[in-house]
């Protein structure tokens, strides 16, 4: 099993910036993706970013230029520098992994328990 932890939510005006974190911990061999999700009220869970072993980084249309994921592999763990947040950010945002347990077996997906960022206008 893997336990992926998040931190850096909260309150911010529009405008402002946050940085979300995201580490993973217990049976890893290896991770491979990592990335952010996030769910608004009412909505289905959606893409803001991903970032590769590689670190090769995909990015959501609407985040784009203002968001930036990196990673720390020797940390297992996963950054979400947003800037330039906007009220329509407002979202619980849930980190991503798909983490190897050894050489031989497929990978199996964790989610963490989402962090909430809230954007005022």
């Known amino acids: 099993q893997v336990q992926l932890v998040e931190s850096g939510g909260g309150l911010v005006r529009t405008g402002g910036s946050l940085r979300l974190s995201c580490a993973a911990s217990g049976n890893i061999f290896s991770i491979d993706t990592m990335g952010w999700y996030r769910q608004a009220p009412g909505k289905q869970r959606e893409l803001v970013a991903t970032?590769?072993?590689?670190?090769?980084?995909n990015y959501a249309g609407s985040v784009r230029g203002r968001f930036s994921i990196s990673r720390d592999n020797a940390k297992n763990t996963v950054y979400l520098q947003m800037n330039s947040l906007k009220p329509e950010d407002t979202a619980v945002y849930y980190c991503n992994a798909e983490s190897y347990s050894d050489y031989y077996s497929p990978p199996n997906n964790y989610w963490g328990q989402g962090t909430q960022v809230t954007v005022s206008s």
């Open positions: 970032v590769f072993s590689d670190s090769i980084t």
